[in-house]
């Protein structure tokens, strides 16, 4: 069984940073992909950031392009997502994803790609 609890968020200032953390229960987290997805009330859940297995490779959305580092400590099971220059649209439930893949599967940024959720955290950020 794999378990994801987020932790992290709170209420942050325009232009501050956040350091998100996902720990991880169950196998190995080297046999998953992980990533980090967001939501705003009222939209659609959209990917932040995604990392691959040994972490060598990495996505992001283009809106947290420079802003947003996503890593992986495997030892510690856990997942990170840094964010700076925070903005107000940054606010939102952000949450944890893993899916199991082989190292040659591109990180997808697509939500039904994961079948692991965490239960999320949420971030806030003011102007």
């Known amino acids: 069984q794999v378990q994801l609890v987020e932790s992290g968020g709170t209420l942050a200032q325009a232009g501050g940073s956040l350091k998100l953390s996902c720990t991880y229960s169950g196998r190995s987290l080297d046999r998953y992909a992980m990533a980090w997805f967001r939501q705003a009330p009222g939209a659609e859940r959209d990917f932040v950031a995604g990392l691959s297995r040994n972490g060598g490779s990495t996505n992001y959305a283009d809106s947290m392009e420079g802003r947003a580092t996503i890593s992986r400590d495997n030892a510690k099971k856990t997942v990170y997502l840094q964010m700076s220059s925070l903005k107000p649209e940054d606010t939102a439930v952000y949450f944890c994803?893993?899916?199991?893949?082989?190292?040659?599967?591109?990180?997808?940024?697509?939500?039904?790609?994961?079948?692991?959720w965490g239960q999320g955290t949420q971030v806030t950020v003011s102007s």
């Open positions: 994803a893993a899916r199991a893949t082989i190292l040659t599967v591109p990180i997808s940024s697509t939500a039904r790609d994961y079948p692991y």
